[in-house]
């Protein structure tokens, strides 16, 4: 399967841990967003990656919050000193540059659960 | 900030029903985006509208973007069970690269 994938699927920490989420987008694309999903609501938008670099932050996100894509494929998302209001889903979309559809390509998202 | 709307938030229908969902914003949108999330699952892309007064239609689904590019419309004829889930439409933040502003979303049950 060559879509967009993202491990750990759940994860249960304790309140004050750090945690870390990887995803891993389609190969050729070279956009790659973060989201995070509570339940009822739809998904609300982290940060966004071109390549390696960082183009948008936003401005709603902590600063216990970190994104990394060192290399400008995987990128990584630390949680520093969770906090219960942490626990959602968090999903990674990517997507291709270029003109036409900017269709995002969703991951399965890493369920966090912070006790 | 940017915001946008959808009604109605859950819809209740029969099977062969019809299904509509409207989505609204305060601005002037560029482009509007629709997904689709099944219970327990990631969103998935449905389609995107750019032209004013665009329609578009997807076997069964029909989207619509207004004259304004200030709301849009997914209806679904003759809904059937595979339909289940809930409809975002997803306009680009203003000014963005392309990140997406998701609403809450109608969530669709459709009993067979």
């Known amino acids: 399967d060559t879509g967009v994938s993202q491990d750990p699927r759940h994860k249960i920490t304790k309140r004050g841990q750090n945690v870390t989420f990887r995803c891993d987008p389609i190969s050729e694309h070279n956009r790659l967003y973060w989201y995070r999903q509570t339940l009822g609501q739809g998904p609300e938008f982290l940060t966004y990656f071109q390549n390696e670099a960082q183009l948008e932050k936003s401005r709603l996100l902590s600063d216990r919050f970190s994104a990394e894509r060192p290399k400008g494929s995987f990128s990584t998302l630390e949680i520093q000193r969770t906090e219960q209001g942490d626990s959602a889903m968090y999903l990674c979309?990517?997507?291709?540059?270029?003109?036409?559809?900017?269709?995002?390509?969703f991951g399965p998202g890493t369920r966090l659960t912070v006790l | 900030g940017q915001q946008v709307m959808q009604i109605p938030q859950y819809q209740h229908v029969q099977e062969g029903e019809d299904f509509t969902t409207y989505c609204n914003s305060s601005?002037?949108?560029?482009?509007i985006q629709w997904y689709k999330q099944r219970p327990g699952g990631h969103p998935v892309f449905l389609i995107q509208?750019?032209?004013?007064?665009e329609v578009k239609k997807q076997k069964r689904l029909t989207f619509q973007f207004g004259e304004a590019k200030k709301n849009s419309s997914l209806h679904i004829t003759a809904t059937q069970t595979t339909d289940v889930g809930t409809y975002f439409c997803?306009?680009?933040?203003?000014?963005?690269?392309?990140?997406?502003?998701f609403g809450k979303g109608t969530k669709l049950s459709v009993k067979p």
């Open positions: 509208l750019v032209k004013s007064g």
């Open positions: 601005t002037t949108l560029s482009n």
């Open positions: 997803a306009p680009p933040e203003g000014g963005s690269q392309g990140n997406l502003i």
């Open positions: 979309a990517s997507s291709p540059q270029g003109v036409g559809d900017n269709e995002q390509f």
